[in-house]
């Protein structure tokens, strides 16, 4: 496995595959590998010709200082699990090297979709994401990028932006891997305590529930919500939303639609968790 940090070595390793006519499938990372990500490689390597895996933990993305601080850092771990994983370069760039000039100069923004959810409960979060993957994507120049349905609001906006600004990139989403209990895995995960560790996973039962409830209530989504932050509470969570919403645009659910996604970020002590669940 290749490890390179700057641009130039990258679009050398780049220019030589191309030239083979070997493809190309990115899965970038914040790093902390777990189960999760190796998915996502797996099904690079399924893929493509050639496996990128960047760990970048991007600045512009955090709305908070403390949460960017306390962010796991393992990249000596990281790099074992990449190379025995079989893949083929991994991109670990520095702050200067991706924000040369010390911020977001120049920012790619999706409105609507990436002002919803968790958009509005961490403001610029989506735009740092929008703006670090389409630096990704022109750097490494993939036919395939590959990304967890964990961050499900994530998906639709990368989605979104690849296809408003025609990138040649095609977009795969694998399904949430998770722990036995049915917790989400998640790099933030490291950071539960025991005691939050032992309640985590009624975040993914409490979506559970509503989802079996959906006939019941009648497309009543508001009093199922409200049922769900209650149920939250008394889990031990603080919750910060639980919207039902449609998969293909996050606008709010009717009882005319059959493809629904639930949606969820609750803390637990520090540690804020999000999941969803879709249905239909």
């Not at 000596?76 to 977001?104: N, R």
């Not at 022109?138 to 499900?152: H, M, T, Y």
């Not at 600004?165 to 989400?184: S, Y």
Request: a negative charge.
């Amino acid at each position: 496995m290749q490890i390179v940090s700057e641009i130039e070595p990258l679009r050398q390793i780049r220019r030589h595959w191309r030239q083979n006519r070997e493809t190309v499938a990115l899965v970038p990372t914040m790093g902390n590998l777990h189960a999760g990500h190796l998915a996502l490689v797996e099904r690079g390597r399924q893929q493509a010709d050639r496996v990128v895996v960047s760990i970048f933990v991007n600045p512009t993305q955090f709305d908070r200082a403390d949460d960017l601080a306390a962010y796991p850092r393992t990249p000596e771990a990281d790099q074992a699990k990449l190379a025995a994983a079989g893949v083929h370069c991994l991109f670990a760039p520095t702050t200067a090297t991706i924000y040369p000039d010390g911020g977001l100069a120049t920012r790619v923004e999706v409105p609507g979709i990436g002002e919803l959810l968790e958009g509005a409960s961490r403001p610029g979060h989506f735009t740092g994401v929008a703006t670090v993957v389409c630096k990704l994507f022109n750097l490494v120049e993939p036919e395939l990028a590959i990304f967890g349905e964990k961050d499900f609001q994530q998906l639709l906006l990368i989605r979104r932006m690849v296809a408003d600004l025609n990138m040649a990139v095609r977009v795969e989403a694998l399904p949430t891997v998770r722990e036995e209990d049915g917790l989400a895995m998640s790099s933030r995960n490291n950071r539960l305590g025991r005691k939050e560790r032992a309640l985590a996973p009624g975040l993914h039962l409490t979506l559970r529930e509503i989802a079996a409830q959906l006939d019941d209530y009648h497309s009543d989504f508001a009093v199922l919500q409200e049922l769900a932050r209650q149920r939250l509470t008394d889990r031990g969570f603080q919750p910060d939303y639980v919207e039902i919403r449609r998969q293909r645009d996050l606008a709010p659910a009717t009882a005319d639609d059959e493809q629904l996604v639930i949606l969820a970020a609750a803390w637990l002590g520090d540690v804020r968790l999000i999941d969803n669940l879709m249905v239909g």
